[in-house]
């Protein structure tokens, strides 16, 4: 993909951390006319050495109020992009679109009462972003965050996740938010050990929650593996739980620009 010089700007890279060997998060300015939906995500663009520009989607991290902007990202072997991205340092230019994309949104559920995040690998960034506002607190009664790795190392972001109630003034207290790690290739205490899927399927990530999945609650958004999602959206539809689209509102709400 290429972008002409009216469709981005140029921002600083200001922080750049690792979670694992192959995962880590970045921090950079943010244009001040730059406007975005907790959810949505932006393109992103570097020069390489040979003049050449290369692009990819990335959910925004960060909350739409706050100052700076925040990605979360995976190392792809003998990726073009990520190859380039994890060599920057705080200082170096990085290219971010004017306009936002996605529709991961809380506007696609005009109602509900409990929201289900399932997320596996780096696409737990989009739900931090709205987890980070305040609307989601306000709006659902219940907040359950699913998230599928595959070590314990891989699970980013714990401790700001344990933190957010309290940071958000979360009006169900503690217990609004209930946090759900999976890790599929280790037996870590604390955690289950078994893939979405499987867990929605067999019921078992209900019985962790406490909570049902059913058409009249529960509101689901999927963003993560093209196949986790694929297979989560079947089972869901068996339920009764259908796609919210524009014009048809449903219960499920997914995102995959892979």
Request: contains cysteine; glycine residues 8%.
């Amino acid at each position: 993909m290429t972008a002409s010089e009216d469709k981005f700007t140029r921002q600083t890279l200001l922080e750049v951390w690792p979670w694992t060997d192959t995962l880590f998060s970045l921090r950079c300015t943010r244009p001040p006319e730059f406007r975005f939906r907790a959810g949505q995500f932006a393109r992103l663009g570097l020069c390489k050495a040979d003049g050449n520009s290369v692009w990819r989607a990335y959910s925004m991290v960060s909350a739409p109020a706050e100052e700076q902007l925040e990605f979360f990202s995976v190392v792809v072997p003998g990726g073009e992009f990520t190859s380039e991205l994890r060599r920057l340092k705080p200082g170096d230019t990085l290219f971010v679109e004017r306009q936002p994309y996605g529709f991961l949104t809380l506007e696609r559920f005009p109602d509900g009462r409990d929201l289900w995040l399932l997320a596996s690998g780096t696409g737990l960034g989009p739900f931090l972003s709205i987890l980070r506002d305040p609307e989601v607190w306000q709006r659902f009664e219940h907040i359950l965050l699913v998230h599928s790795v595959r070590t314990a190392g891989e699970l980013a972001y714990r401790e700001q996740i344990a933190g957010l109630p309290a940071r958000m003034q979360a009006p169900g207290g503690g217990e609004q938010l209930r946090y759900l790690p999976l890790v599929t290739r280790e037996t870590v205490p604390g955690t289950l050990h078994e893939r979405i899927t499987t867990l929605l399927d067999s019921g078992g990530l209900e019985r962790a929650a406490g909570l049902p999945i059913e058409p009249a609650h529960s509101r689901l958004m999927l963003c993560g593996n093209p196949q986790m999602i694929k297979d989560c959206r079947t089972l869901l539809k068996a339920r009764g739980l259908q796609l919210s689209l524009n014009r048809q509102p449903g219960q499920v709400a997914v995102e995959n620009y892979w």
